[in-house]
């Protein structure tokens, strides 16, 4: 059993909350055997051993909760490793009974020393036998709380894991439908390729310089958007018109990496290049009360299922980009947050995406590099 050093114990902090609930629930423990020993011995006032009870129950408490944070505990059960957790329940049980018996006598002003033996035996029975079943419950207790946080931790980095995966699904779509494009400007129209190039240099350097986090701020994702627009401006030329609303309020606020990229890249590819005078794409950005709203608004042709017409209803179709979309929701924030596709009457398609609102510290936005369109 190692002593801790004293530069230990100021680095570690006691926790007062859970010592609180260890006293709270010893004290429940005491009045559960006070209440037995009462039914034993009916022809006693309920006083006497509700008062050894609860000193012998205190004064174990304080030797065992309070002295195990001298030593060097466990991580894993907050106890002493090995014997020595064995040694301070024993020492604990032991001072517990005198140190409390001498308290409850001077309370009662008599001695439980002259007592028989065989009641004296009871009393120690009683009280190893509490020690044990107390000292374990903690013990356990402590293990299950530990095993609950590496649970949590681990959860929180398969989560992470998840949300670079589906990235690097997302990186190499977006890659090669960009590059595509670019084989077909370079024949067709070089100095508009050099342009889109360089767009293109741009927005990977934005990106790699993301790639480390599984979110990053609301400014960002909005401002690699830009970028990805502009490539795509290159190519469409007057046929396509964006604009990215972000109020500033908003502008720090953490969302998933390449959370809303997709989505655009569906509106551009789906609705806005099938229609011969193209259009345009509106992402914005507000605040409903406790929840986050995104939109990604086009004027394309809209959700066509089987060339026909769709109603302006709520539907959750969508390919590859908006099923990545909405795991990527669902492993952030779980069953609190919502995905929509709407084809308004007016035309075009508007995906909405709804999550918990947080409260970061705010921070300056750029809005002149947000408010953009193409020449």
């Known amino acids: 059993m190692q002593l801790a050093s004293p530069g230990t114990l100021a680095a570690r902090r006691i926790d007062g909350i859970a010592l609180l609930r260890h006293y709270l ?35 174990t408490w304080a030797l065992i909760d309070l002295g195990r944070h001298l030593f060097n505990p466990n991580p894993e059960t907050g106890w002493p490793h090995g014997w020595g957790g064995i040694a301070l329940a024993t020492l604990g049980v032991l001072g517990g009974y005198f140190i409390g018996t001498y308290a409850a006598d ?86 508009r390729a050099q342009a889109m190039l360089d767009h293109l240099i741009d927005y990977l350097r934005a990106t790699l310089g993301a790639s480390r986090a599984s979110e990053h701020a609301l400014q960002t994702e909005f401002e690699r958007l830009r970028d990805y627009l502009a490539l795509m401006a290159v190519r469409m030329g007057a046929r396509l018109q964006y604009t990215l609303d972000l109020p500033p309020e908003l502008a720090s606020h953490p969302v998933p990496t390449l959370l809303l990229q997709p989505l655009v890249e569906n509106s551009i590819r789906h609705g806005l290049e099938p229609k011969v005078e193209g259009g345009s794409v509106r992402v914005s950005a507000r605040r409903e009360g406790d929840w986050l709203m995104l939109e990604v608004t086009d ?68 809005t002149d590099a947000l408010q953009n369109s193409s020449p």
């Open 25 to 59: 629930q010893t004290l429940a423990f005491c009045l559960a055997i006070s209440a037995l020993q009462y039914f034993a011995s009916p022809d006693k006032p309920y006083e006497v051993p509700l008062v050894y009870s609860l000193c012998i129950g205190s004064v």
């Open 106 to 191: 001077a309370w009662f002003g008599w001695s439980s020393w002259q007592q028989s033996v065989a009641q004296q035996r009871v009393s120690w029975l009683i009280t190893l036998a509490a020690g044990v079943v107390i000292s374990y419950y903690f013990y356990t207790q402590g293990k299950s709380r530990h095993l609950q946080g590496r649970m949590q931790q681990v959860q929180r980095q398969a989560t992470e894991a998840r949300l670079k995966l589906l990235e690097t699904q997302l990186e190499p779509h977006m890659l090669f439908n960009t590059l595509a494009n670019l084989r077909v400007l370079i024949g067709s129209d070089p100095a």
């Open 299 to 366: 004027t394309g042709v809209g959700i066509q299922p089987g060339m026909e017409g769709l109603p302006a209803a709520p539907t959750t179709a969508g390919g590859f980009g908006v099923a990545q979309v909405r795991e990527r929701l669902a492993t952030a924030y779980g069953n609190q947050c919502t995905i929509e596709l709407i084809a308004p009457n007016e035309g075009g398609t508007r995906a909405t995406l709804r999550f918990p609102y947080k409260n970061p510290a705010t921070t300056p936005v750029r």
